[in-house]
């Protein structure tokens, strides 16, 4: 039987790198939000910000990436165990997922423009 995970280091970062990838490919929404972050880093080096102030951008940018992640994550391990049927509190629970990501949109982005044009 195949194992899941390794506890080798570089296993680990290739599992990693693999469900950036999937996210990347099948998920319009990380799509956008790495656009997003390209776009921010652009604007910071264009705009004559430090090291420090385009590395903070690059984390602040990476913060809805992370939430997304995770937001897909959970919803498709929400619609394999219950199916398309619905619930009120799966949509609570998705409704909530929403919400995180939506919160960290508001405020990773406006952590980088404030650094960026501050």
Same mark, same amino acid.
């Given at each position: 039987?195949?194992?899941?995970?390794?506890?080798? @280091?570089?296993?680990?970062?290739?599992?990693?790198?693999?469900?950036?990838?999937?996210?990347? %490919?099948?998920?319009?929404?990380?799509?956008?939000?790495?656009?997003?972050?390209?776009?921010?880093? %652009?604007?910071?080096?264009?705009?004559?910000?430090? &090291?420090?102030?385009?590395?903070? %951008?690059?984390?602040?940018? @990476?913060?809805?990436? %992370? &939430?997304?992640?995770?937001?897909? $994550?959970?919803?498709?391990?929400?619609?394999?165990?219950?199916?398309?049927?619905?619930?009120?509190?799966?949509?609570?629970?998705?409704?909530?997922?929403? $919400?995180?990501?939506?919160?960290?949109?508001?405020?990773?982005?406006?952590?980088?423009? &404030?650094? &960026?044009?501050?």
């Amino acid at each position: 039987m195949k194992q899941w995970k390794s506890g080798n @280091l570089i296993n680990k970062t290739m599992f990693s790198l693999n469900g950036i990838y999937s996210a990347f %490919v099948s998920e319009n929404a990380v799509r956008r939000e790495f656009g997003a972050l390209a776009f921010l880093l %652009v604007l910071a080096i264009w705009m004559d910000k430090d &090291i420090k102030a385009i590395l903070a %951008v690059f984390l602040a940018g @990476l913060f809805p990436i %992370v &939430i997304e992640l995770i937001n897909t $994550a959970a919803e498709t391990i929400i619609d394999l165990l219950l199916g398309s049927i619905y619930r009120e509190d799966v949509k609570r629970a998705k409704d909530m997922l929403s $919400a995180a990501v939506m919160l960290s949109l508001f405020c990773g982005y406006t952590a980088s423009l &404030i650094l &960026i044009f501050g």
